[in-house]
């Protein structure tokens, strides 16, 4: 033993102290020219300006877990880390800063003095959220951290641009994308967010312009846009609507006779069966529109205020205040029939925390490539999704697919490597597209330098899509452009991916294509969705719910390696987590248990013990070595199928029942000074075999603690670190027989078994707590004799005696066990007749209970009108009632 464990664990201490070393001796850095097999993950690179919330901790814990278990297989691991520079997120909040501080606008700095705020504000607070991680004690090799605004980075976005405009895949045209009119920019749907929300339907009438006098009914929820509405839809299979197909109505303002089409997108069944359409502010619409060659009237600046001069009280007006004052008109008109509550769901801008607006914008596109290779992969298996369910969700994606607008109308991000002739600017800016035909007349140019003649050009002035330069992220974090690394070759493909399946089509299905069109290869082998966390009441976490702890409160208050312990043990495969702060605590309190069990060990006195014999073992020694042979191999085979939430609860299960409530426990006596010292080293050399193997077992998990109380009790040697070493290969009972190793279990599982049955007949009569008490047994197997003072010190009793001829008085509590009929005599224990009042009394309230269940279940009504799961309820409650009125019975009958 090498030093003594202070009274009482203190996580934060320990937990820096550890940190401090494994990075002193690099003991998570990646070396290529290892001849171990390699094992990689990358990170899900998080936003370079954010902060460690919990699904980072579920995350990148799983990913914690998953490379330090490579490492005790004695592969050579990397896990590369990395942040996300998250273009709109981190541009919106220097803006806000500017503005709140200076009380300018970007546009007051010009593009270069604001992108110099930025690369500030990320020098300043870009390491707070990879500190945090370190907190957490993630083992990523931190000499190979990545930034995606790296120029080396940098360069492998663009020449990704450069290589897919070439093939053709990347074009420039007008398309509908998602807007936000705070930010200025176009979204991806990752950056949108479905909020139910209460509005309003607004019904209105079109009059017929062939036809004065009679009207076309219309329902929807923005009437702030009708004066961009180009026509009206009907479904072509309504009856109700076929005698208007062809004909023309009315908008009401400003006036204009616009068609009645027939359209088989229209839902028949919402509102009135016909919607007005207005293609420049509805995607279906939009999507109408170009099927029937109808002309796009744009009513919304950017900043989604009305841009239309031919009305004046509107031209100007925000689009809320718009909806209102259209509603009003409409009334004023007399074609306004009603407004009616509608639940639905509206796209709000994730940053921008507005609704977004679909719009017409001149973007860049991309067309997918290596489309069928990515669908492949997934459907044969070499990428394995886990849970399986995912790939069915993936590969609907892959089979709907539409092209990506991967432009920004941003400055913090990459730049588009695209420069414009300035004779050709106006032409080129109002082009419906531009592509390949353009690149070769000469008038745009398309390259990671810009053009000889600079002065004659214009580069574009937004930016790539923040996914543009993350779906490139296992290779190029690996090697620049055109170089084949060591560490390209060694670790690529990458083993492992852990994200979340909400980024499954913006993130990992795209990664998987451009790893198979820039290296020939998949990026990855497996891919674990992590569960998504909710709260108690199955809300998702958020800042405005209030309901998302700080994991860094955490932290300093159960612990780092409590807070991953509490989260894996609650982490279901598959499902939705639900977090408790309980969960946290216990898995303080677990460490602490594991703390506490390694003190009472060193209370033993003796150094570190060295197992050379089992030729004296006892049941219970062979008993708890098995328990840990079988756990080794059950670990084994829940990581292999990314089982991690049964993984801590068998770790916690082994500690807290096999280890202490049984083992430690039964050989308590051999602890003591007053031991044969035989005795005392068997046991002390049983408890630092498992202990010192199951410290490894659990050290992915909790790493921290487990480091600490390795090193204390000499189960590694000096300059040696526990994370390091490689699990063993032989079990620890490798030298018994199968038959031999099941015989001790079954006296060791015997007698545990009895003990507790002995202790409920205790507790049974009230005597729980009282270690005076005697019990006899009959009929006890030979073996029996050899374990009694053991079997005694786990009941708690002061003499237990074997005696086969034992005539028990009558009445005498007993029960029947493995290891024989037990009595337990009453003599001198109890107040029999207090006791027998006490019984008496009990047994007429439970009677009134049995009553009152039969009476709620034979009452018809009751049964025919309460929820199913209630009455199944009260009937389970009536079963018990009646056992314990059988139980009570009997004891009072022993009493007699």
Sequence with gaps: MLSELAKAYEPQAVEAKWYAAWIAG???????????????????????????????????????????????????????????????????????????????????????????????????????????????GCSCDWSRERFTMDEPYTEWVSHVFVELFKKGLIYRGKRMVNWCPVSLTALSDEEVIS?????????????????????????????????????????PKDPRFTKYIGRKVNRPFPHAEIPIIADDHVDIEFGTGALKITPAHDKADFEIGMRHGLEIIDVLTPDAHINCPELPDFHGLDRFVARRKAAAKLEEMGLLIRIEEYENNVGYSERGGVPIEPRISMQWFLKYPKIQEAADAVA????????????????????????????????????????????????????????????????????????????????????????????????????????????????????????????????????????????????????????????????????????????????????????????????????DLRFDEVSVEEGRNFANKLYNACRLRQMGGEPFQVLETLASARPYHLNVMAKLDELAVDLDRLYGE?????????????????????????????????????????????????????????????????????????????????????????????????????????IAGEIYESAGRMRNLKAEYKVGSRKDVNFVIKAAPEWLSGEVKVLALLVGAEEITLDSSYDAPKGTPAAVTGIGEVYLPLDGLIDVEAERIRLTKEISNTEIEVKKCEGKLGNASFV???????????????????????????MLTALA
């Design 380 to 575: 044969n298996g070499d990428i394995k999704f886990r849970p399986e369910r995912w790939a069915k969700t993936y590969a609907h994606w892959m089979d709907n697919l539409q092209d990506w607008c991967i432009s920004r109308q941003l400055w913090w991000g990459h730049q588009i490597p695209v420069w414009y002739r300035k004779d050709k600017l106006d032409d080129l800016k109002n082009a419906e597209s531009l592509g390949m035909a353009d690149f070769s007349a000469g008038d745009i140019h398309v390259g990671l330098e810009a053009p000889a003649d600079a002065e004659n050009w214009t580069r574009d002035e937004d930016v790539m899509d923040t996914w543009f330069s993350s779906w490139l992220w296992p290779f190029a974090t690996m090697a620049n452009v055109g170089e084949q690394t060591d560490t390209l070759k060694k670790f690529y493909p990458t083993d492992d991916l852990v994200t979340g399946p909400d980024i499954i089509f913006f993130w990992v299905a795209r990664m998987i294509m451009a790893g198979f069109e820039f290296t020939g290869e998949l990026p990855f082998k497996n891919v674990y969705f992590t569960s998504i966390i909710r709260d108690l009441k199955g809300r998702k976490m958020s800042k405005s719910l209030g309901n998302s702890p700080d994991p860094i409160e955490l932290m300093e208050k159960y612990g780092a390696d409590g807070l991953r312990f509490g989260l894996m043990r609650i982490a279901p495969t598959g499902s």
């Design 195 to 235: 909020t139910p929300q209460r509005s309003k339907l607004y019904f209105m009438k079109y009059e017929l312009s062939d036809a004065p006098g009679e009207f076309l009914e219309i329902s929807t929820t923005r009437p702030e846009t009708l004066m961009g509405d180009v026509a009206v839809a009907v479904n």
């Design 26 to 136: 690099k003991c998570f850095e990646a070396n290529p020219a290892s001849e171990k097999d390699g094992y990689s993950i990358v990170i899900p690179p998080p936003n370079v300006t954010g902060i460690l919330h919990l699904g980072h901790v579920l995350n990148n814990a799983l990913q914690d877990i998953l490379a330090r278990r490579a490492r005790q297989n004695g592969k050579e691991v990397l896990w590369l880390p990395g942040t996300d520079h998250a273009g709109i997120a981190t541009q919106s909040k220097v803006e806000r800063v500017v503005r709140e501080e200076e009380g300018k606008t970007r546009h007051d700095l010009g593009r270069d003095e604001f992108l110099k705020r930025v690369w500030d504000f990320k020098n300043k607070h870009g390491d707070i959220i990879i500190n945090q991680l370190k907190r957490l």
């Design 642 to 746: 990314y089982r991690f939430g049964e993984i801590a609860h068998r770790l916690y299960e082994f500690l807290w029942n096999d280890f202490c409530d049984k083992f430690l426990e039964a050989v308590k006596l051999d602890l003591r000074d007053t031991a044969e010292p035989w005795a005392k080293a068997l046991s002390l050399g049983v408890f630092d075999a498992v202990m010192g193997r199951y410290l490894q077992l659990l050290s992915p998990y909790m790493p921290h603690v487990t480091e600490e109380l390795s090193a204390r009790m000499g189960y590694v040697s000096e300059g040696e670190f526990l994370m390091q070493k490689e699990l063993p290969v032989e079990p620890l009972l490798a030298a018994l027989s199968t038959e031999e190793i099941a015989a001790a279990q079954s």
């Design 864 to 890: 025919d009108r309460a929820p199913p799961e209630v009455v199944e309820q009260e009937k389970a409650r009536l079963n018990e009632w009646k056992a314990k009125l059988i139980q009570l019975g009997e």
